[in-house]
């Protein structure tokens, strides 16, 4: 079978871990560290099905629940290759929101044609994010989260700070850019709470159409007027 192989007693396993019996039975020792190339399977497709599965895991139990040994059973691969590929519970938890917004895809588009129209086109991007099924459950747990645990929280902060807001802010030629980024981060986590968290109406509600065009002027006043 494809990605696995067999152990000394016969049995194959694919997602390519031997079987968790040693050869007389009793249980086999757990490898610790790095996993060999060929213990456990190995390139983009275990990988993402690593960060699919932590996905899942964090929307459907929040981040206090979720494990990294539940994130591999989940996966179906060794707990000691989601160290491997990405460390730490809280470095899986940052991953999965990193797939979520999809910073090094989206922003360069946002980004790279100027400020005029760029508070439209973050509002766009933002709500597009949130409105989209495949990631707005994984971020309803992740904003959950950040308000019920530091580690979650500080995580996601620093997330928004490094991935999103920094580049944000490079883009900008004014005074306080940084400062500027944040106001408009707050403007947009706020609309995500009211909207998906609490869902207070007429908010919840309203046309994603309508408040991209409301809250677009205000995101470029922050972002670009001296």
Request: net charge neutral.
């Amino acid at each position: 079978m494809t990605g696995g192989h067999s152990d000394p007693g016969g049995h194959s396993d694919p997602g390519g871990h031997s079987d968790p019996t040693g050869p007389t039975g009793g249980p086999a020792p757990k490898r610790r560290g790095r996993p060999s190339r060929t213990a456990a399977p190995t390139g983009p497709d275990a990988r993402t099905r690593i960060l699919e599965a932590a996905r899942t895991e964090f929307a459907e139990r929040g981040y206090d629940k979720t494990s990294v040994r539940g994130i591999a059973k989940a996966a179906g691969v060794d707990s000691a290759l989601v160290h491997h590929y990405f460390g730490t519970k809280d470095e899986v938890f940052a991953a999965a929101i990193e797939l979520s917004f999809e910073p090094a895809l989206v922003l360069p588009a946002v980004l790279g044609n100027g400020t005029d129209g760029l508070g439209e086109r973050l509002a766009r991007y933002f709500i597009s994010v949130w409105e989209n099924p495949a990631s707005r459950a994984p971020l309803l747990a992740i904003m959950r989260s950040a308000l019920t645990h530091e580690a979650a929280a500080k995580v996601l902060r620093g997330f928004v700070l490094r991935r999103l807001l920094e580049r944000v802010a490079e883009a900008l030629d004014v005074p306080d850019a940084t400062f500027r980024a944040e106001l408009a981060a707050s403007h947009m986590i706020g609309i995500a709470m009211l909207r998906y968290v609490i869902r207070a109406e007429p908010l919840a509600s309203a046309d994603p159409e309508k408040i991209v065009g409301m809250v677009a002027p205000t995101l470029q006043r922050y972002l670009t007027e001296a």
